[in-house]
C-alpha cells in the first residue's frame, strides 16, 4: 500500500528577451540551468518559494554575462544602477528596489523588504516601505547587514565593453547634431544678413535693369522671392548633408536603436511602408488573404506545406505539449485576426542541461538583420532576468532583476521595480482559480504601461485554457495596447506558471515579441533542468511585430511506498 509523499516543487527561469547569438547561446543556457538547479536544491532542502525565487536569481544575478546584478548595462554617466523585484503569493507582499547602487545582489534587498512588511507596523504606527530608490535603498540596505561593494567591482568587462561601445556612438550622434546646428545657422545667418541689408535700402537707391529685375546701385540683385528660394535650398541641402552624415556614421539622424528600447521618429507616410513591408514577412500567417484589398492569388502559393487552416481557431498558430514531449506554441502577428495552424516536434534547439537535441526536425534558428554592425561580445538582450517557483506545499513566488536600458537616465526606473509590471505571485483567492506566477522581460516602459505582469497572472488564475488566454493577453493588453500606440516595436516577453493546488497539475509557459528569449524549468523529481533558447521562426523573425506562445505541462503529485 502506498502513501503520500510531499508534493513536488517547480522552479522556472528566464535569461531576458532580445536578439541571442547562436555562438552564445550554450553559455545563456548552462546559466539557466544553473539557476534552476540552485532553486531546486532549496527545495529539496524544505526551503519556501520565496527562499527558492531569491537563491535562483542570486545566480542570475552573479553570472556576469546577464544584465543583472554583477554585469549590469551602465548609465549614460558610466554609472551602475540596478532594480529588483520580489513578490510572495501567499502573503500577496511586493518588495522591491529601483536605482540602487553599491549593492552586490539587489533582489536580497527585496528580500527584506517582503520580509519587513509581513512584521506589521513599525514603532508608532508608521507603514514599512516596500519600495525604496537609489542612495535611500541603499543606506536602508546596510543598515539591515548587506555589505556596500564599490561600483567598480560590480562592472564586468562586457558591460564595459559594450558600454564604451554605445557611448562613443551616442556622443557622435550628438556632435553630428550639434555640428549640424551650428551650419545652419551660420548659413541662416549669412543669408538673412544679406536679405537685411536690401532692406535697409530705399527705392531711391534701387535702379531698373533693362529686363525689369530690381538690382543693387552695385548690380547685385536683390529679388526677394529669389532668395528665399535660395535660403530655402541652403535649408534642405543641409538637411541632406546631416542624414548622409549619418548613414555615414552608422546612426540614422531620425532613429537611434540600442539594447532595451527601440524608438522611431519616422515620419507617418514613412511608417507605413515600413509597416506594409513588415506584413509581407508574416502574410503566410494569414487565414483568409483573397478578403484583404488588392489580394493576390500568387500570395497563397507562398504558404509553405506544413500550414493548414482551421478557421475556428483563435488568432494563433497552436501546437501542444503532452506527456509525450511535444511542444505547444502559438505564432501570432500582432496585427493579423485569424492565423494558420501548424503543430511540429520540439525544436532542435530545444536541449536539456546535458546538451543532447531532442528530437523534431523543425529548425527555427536564424539571424536577425541590424541596422548596423554591433560587437561580438553584445547580444541586444533586454533588460531582465527572473523567477518562477512552486514550492512543495503549494506556495508560489515571483521575482526579476535588471540593470535596465544601456546608456539609460540616471535615475530611471524599469518594470523590475514597478508592482505588476516587472513580477506577479498570487495564491489561488477563489475554489475555482489557480495560483500564478509571472515574470516579464523587454522594454522596462512598455511593461510599465501595460502592466503586464498583473494582465498575465490575473488572467490566468481564472483560466482553463492558459495557452490561448496568454496569446490573448498578449495580443489585446500588449501587442495592441493602446497605452502603446504610435510605437513599431511593442518589445517583451514573459515566463508563467499555473498551478492547480486540487489536481497538482500545473503549466508553464513563455511569450515573447522579441528575436529570442532563453528560458530553463526543472522539477524538483528531476536530475536536470531543461533549457531552451526560444526564436522566432525565420519566417517571422521581425521583432516587435510578433507573438510567441509555447508551454510545458508538470505533475507535481508522487506516491511512494
Known amino acids: 500500500m502506498s502513501q503520500k509523499c510531499d508534493d513536488e516543487g517547480f522552479v522556472g527561469v528566464h535569461i531576458g528577451a532580445g536578439q541571442h547569438s547562436e555562438a552564445r547561446t550554450r553559455l545563456y543556457l548552462d546559466i539557466c540551468a544553473a539557476a534552476c538547479q540552485a532553486g531546486v536544491d532549496v527545495l529539496r532542502d524544505g526551503g519556501s518559494a520565496l527562499d527558492a525565487a531569491e537563491r535562483a536569481t542570486l545566480v542570475l544575478e552573479d553570472a556576469g554575462e546577464t544584465n543583472a546584478g554583477f554585469g549590469s548595462n551602465l548609465t549614460e554617466a558610466g554609472t551602475l544602477e540596478m532594480d529588483a523585484g520580489l513578490m510572495d503569493g501567499s502573503t500577496l507582499l511586493f518588495g522591491a528596489v529601483g536605482a540602487i547602487t553599491e549593492i552586490k545582489n539587489p533582489i536580497t534587498v527585496a528580500r527584506k523588504l517582503v520580509d519587513e512588511q509581513a512584521k506589521g507596523l513599525l514603532p508608532l504606527g508608521r507603514v514599512p516601505p516596500g519600495f525604496l530608490v537609489g542612495e535611500g535603498a541603499r543606506d536602508w540596505a546596510k543598515k539591515r547587514g548587506l555589505q556596500a561593494v564599490s561600483s567598480e567591482h560590480l562592472i564586468s568587462e562586457k558591460a564595459a565593453k559594450l558600454y564604451k561601445h554605445y557611448k562613443k556612438k551616442l556622443d557622435a550622434y550628438k556632435l553630428s547634431l550639434e555640428q549640424n546646428k551650428r551650419k545652419k545657422e551660420d548659413t541662416c545667418e549669412i543669408t538673412c544678413k544679406k536679405l537685411r541689408t536690401a532692406q535697409k535700402i530705399t527705392i531711391s537707391e ?3 535693369s533693362n529686363d525689369g529685375a530690381t538690382k543693387l546701385v552695385d548690380g547685385n540683385s536683390i529679388d526677394f522671392e529669389e532668395s528665399t528660394q535660395v535660403l530655402r535650398r541652403q535649408e534642405d541641402l543641409t538637411l541632406v548633408n546631416s542624414n548622409v552624415q549619418s548613414l555615414c556614421s552608422g546612426e540614422p539622424n531620425q ?3 540600442l539594447p532595451g528600447c527601440s524608438y522611431s521618429q519616422l515620419p507617418s507616410e514613412r511608417s507605413m511602408e515600413l509597416n506594409q ?3 509581407v514577412h508574416h502574410a503566410f500567417l494569414d487565414l483568409d488573404l483573397s478578403n ?4 493576390s492569388p500568387l500570395l497563397h502559393n507562398t504558404l509553405p506545406t506544413n500550414f493548414h487552416t482551421h478557421s475556428s481557431l483563435p488568432a494563433a498558430a497552436v501546437g501542444s505539449v503532452e506527456g509525450s514531449g511535444r511542444l505547444a506554441g502559438h505564432l501570432v502577428p500582432a496585427t493579423v485576426s485569424a492565423l494558420s495552424k501548424f503543430t511540429h516536434n520540439i525544436p532542435d534547439d530545444f536541449v536539456s542541461s ?3 537535441s531532442s528530437d523534431g526536425s523543425l529548425d527555427v534558428r536564424h539571424t536577425v538583420n541590424t541596422a548596423e554592425p554591433t560587437p561580438e561580445y553584445d547580444d541586444q538582450v533586454h533588460d531582465t532576468v527572473g523567477v518562477v517557483v512552486l514550492d512543495r506545499h503549494g506556495n508560489v513566488a515571483a521575482s526579476v532583476s535588471s540593470g535596465g536600458i544601456a546608456l539609460k537616465q540616471s535615475g530611471r526606473v524599469g518594470q523590475a521595480s514597478c508592482y505588476g509590471c516587472g513580477c506577479w505571485a498570487q495564491r489561488a483567492l477563489k475554489p475555482d482559480s489557480s495560483s500564478v506566477a509571472v515574470s516579464t522581460t523587454g522594454c522596462g516602459e512598455h511593461l510599465v504601461r501595460t502592466l503586464l505582469a498583473r494582465e498575465c497572472g490575473q488572467g490566468l488564475a481564472k483560466s482553463t485554457t492558459p495557452m490561448e488566454t496568454l496569446q490573448k493577453i498578449m495580443k489585446e493588453k500588449f501587442a495592441e495596447s493602446e497605452f502603446l500606440e504610435g510605437i513599431n516595436e511593442k ?7 499555473q498551478f492547480n493546488k486540487n489536481t497538482g497539475k500545473g503549466n508553464f509557459l513563455w511569450t515573447h515579441t522579441t528575436a529570442s528569449m532563453g528560458i530553463g524549468f526543472q522539477t524538483t523529481r528531476e536530475n536536470k533542468a531543461t533549457v531552451k533558447m526560444s526564436r522566432l521562426p525565420k519566417q517571422s523573425s521581425n521583432q ?5 506562445v ?10 511512494c511506498i
Do not use: N
Not at 484583404?292 to 489580394?295: A, E, I, R, V
Not at 509555447?550 to 506516491?559: G, I
Open 206 to 208: 534701387h535702379v531698373r
Open 255 to 257: 532613429r537611434i536603436s
Open 277 to 279: 513591408s513588415l506584413s
Open 292 to 295: 484583404l484589398p488588392g489580394s
Open 354 to 356: 546535458a546538451g543532447h
Open 491 to 497: 518589445l517583451g516577453g514573459a515566463i508563467c506558471m
Open 544 to 548: 516587435g511585430t510578433t507573438i510567441l
Open 550 to 559: 509555447e508551454s510545458v505541462k508538470f505533475d507535481t503529485r508522487r506516491d
